[in-house]
């Protein structure tokens, strides 16, 4: 492992932000840290920066311990929400400005420049200041500036929140094939979903200080263990274990209940509820939404609203009467 975050506590005026946090990064792993605002993960990666000190715990990069050392001495790459860039300096400027205050020769410097605009695609930029730019722009000169100093590890806190949809996708692309070229671990703060999903290889999932689930994101959607991550994690349907017995006692054959009903909800996600035409079904359509490839549709079925997503909608219609299929193989209990 690179980096080994143990037992890492912190609070703000007895209110606590952190609490007991491990978590180990892998050499090259892309790490996104996903959950709503106020959940402690930007607190997380200011203290890993070094730009908050916790009040208990251990952080280690590569066995060293780095828990008192000051942010210029971890030799990190950090990248901010706001870009941060220097106005007064040119787009070279600013890329070259951590290797010129490191007496690096200007040669070097030069050359390392020139290498980080052709990685970012915009070599042509290189004399315009950063008014001149636009937020995308910004953004990747950003991102060579944390690059140019050759850093042990990657910190980018909701680099892209501030992006245009468009301008925000090319840049998550840009991000993650720069990420795998250099193979530099790397910790990304995010409360987009699409963007954790997109872009990590392990996502941690935190909430209220605690992490609730860490795993790919192929595992914290399909195996989620709690409430929030599934509520968190993509769409999903949360039914309690009374309504799966009264209307789909089917998948309690499939998977029994792990324990009383007021700690356990079945998880199903839209996409594993089939629908079939049926004028003597037991389930309503509400509403239709188009989604080009997709369809949404939410139900009515007993006395909840499921939402379902078909790959086309074969002439679904509000107030049609339909016979929902649950599959069983792909739904999974979570703790209430």
Not at 228 to 253: Q, T
Request: include cysteine; charged fraction near 25%; charge should be neutral.
């Amino acid at each position: 492992m690179s980096l080994e975050i143990r037992n890492v506590h912190k609070s703000f005026d007895g209110v606590p932000a952190l609490k007991d946090i491990d978590l180990r990064v892998g050499s090259h792993d892309f790490v996104c840290l996903l959950g709503p605002s106020g959940c402690g993960k930007t607190t997380l990666l200011r203290i890993v920066a070094g730009l908050l000190q916790a009040d208990r715990g251990e952080i280690q990069f590569q066995g060293e311990d780095l828990t008192r050392l000051p942010p210029r001495l971890r030799n990190f790459g950090i990248v901010f929400q706001s870009y941060s860039l220097f106005p007064n300096m040119t787009v070279r400027e600013n890329i070259g400005y951590g290797l010129r205050i490191r007496g690096e020769a200007p040669a070097r410097i030069a050359k390392r420049v020139d290498d980080l605009l052709e990685m970012i695609h915009i070599p042509d930029m290189a004399q315009r200041y950063p008014w001149q730019l636009s937020g995308g722009q910004q953004q990747r000169v950003a991102l060579a500036r944390a690059l140019a100093v050759d850093p042990r590890l990657i910190l980018l806190d909701e680099p892209l929140s501030a992006l245009d949809a468009r301008v925000r996708n090319e840049m998550r692309r840009e991000i993650r094939d720069v990420q795998r070229r250099l193979r530099i671990p790397t910790i990304m703060v995010t409360h987009d979903q699409e963007e954790a999903l997109m872009l990590a290889d392990v996502v941690v999932c935190m909430n209220r200080g605690s992490i609730e689930q860490v795993g790919s994101p192929q595992d914290l959607y399909r195996e989620p263990r709690t409430r929030f991550v599934a509520d968190f994690v993509g769409s999903s349907n949360l039914l309690r274990p009374a309504w799966v017995r009264a209307h789909a006692a089917g998948l309690l054959e499939r998977h029994p209940a792990p324990g009383r009903d007021d700690q356990w909800l079945m998880c199903v996600r839209p996409e594993h509820i089939q629908l079939e035409e049926d004028p003597q079904g037991p389930a309503v359509v509400e509403t239709v939404t188009f989604l080009g490839n997709l369809c949404r549709a939410k139900l009515r079925w007993g006395d909840l609203d499921l939402l379902t997503e078909q790959h086309g909608c074969f002439g679904l219609a509000e107030g049609q009467r339909v016979r929902p299929t649950i599959d069983a193989a792909a739904s999974r209990w979570v703790s209430a």
